[in-house]
């Protein structure tokens, strides 16, 4: 009979672990998704793309690479010049410059190692 009791202890003590363990895989879960949704969701790049005298450029594309995967995401500006480049992962680099018809602004760097949430960066064509 002490066995059949020692089994049975066995087994409620194997269930509460997988149980513990359950749990907290779950409160990881959720805890990682709430992290998600609250905000955090990466850096921020904005900007204008303006000529010699700061007039924005409508129409100029932006270009954002990623140094790592040397994947690129463009932005056409409006009127204002204004472009905007959200969720960036905080870890990576990336090169952003912009064209407007066929003159190029300079490259500029956004670091990982700038730990700023919010980054601004005006890129300038000499367009003559």
């Known amino acids: 009979m002490p066995v059949f009791a020692e089994g ?3 087994k409620k003590h194997g ?3 997988l149980m513990i363990v359950a749990m907290a895989f779950a409160l990881a879960s959720l805890s990682a998704s709430a992290k998600d949704k609250s905000g955090d969701a990466g850096r921020l790049l904005t900007g204008r793309v303006v000529d010699k005298s700061d007039a924005p450029l409508p129409d ?3 270009y954002l690479a990623n140094t790592r995967t ?3 995401k463009t932005f056409i500006v409006g009127k204002d010049g204004m472009y905007r480049f959200p ?3 905080p ?3 990336y090169e952003v410059y912009a064209q407007y018809k066929d ?3 300079d490259t500029k760097t956004v670091s990982q190692f700038d730990t700023r949430p919010s980054v601004n ?3 300038k064509i000499d367009t003559k």
């Open 8 to 10: 049975n202890l066995m």
């Open 15 to 17: 269930v509460a672990a």
């Open 60 to 62: 100029a594309v932006v």
């Open 70 to 72: 040397r994947a690129v």
């Open 87 to 89: 969720a960036l992962s």
């Open 91 to 93: 870890n990576v680099d």
């Open 103 to 105: 003159h190029k602004s």
């Open 121 to 123: 960066i005006n890129l």
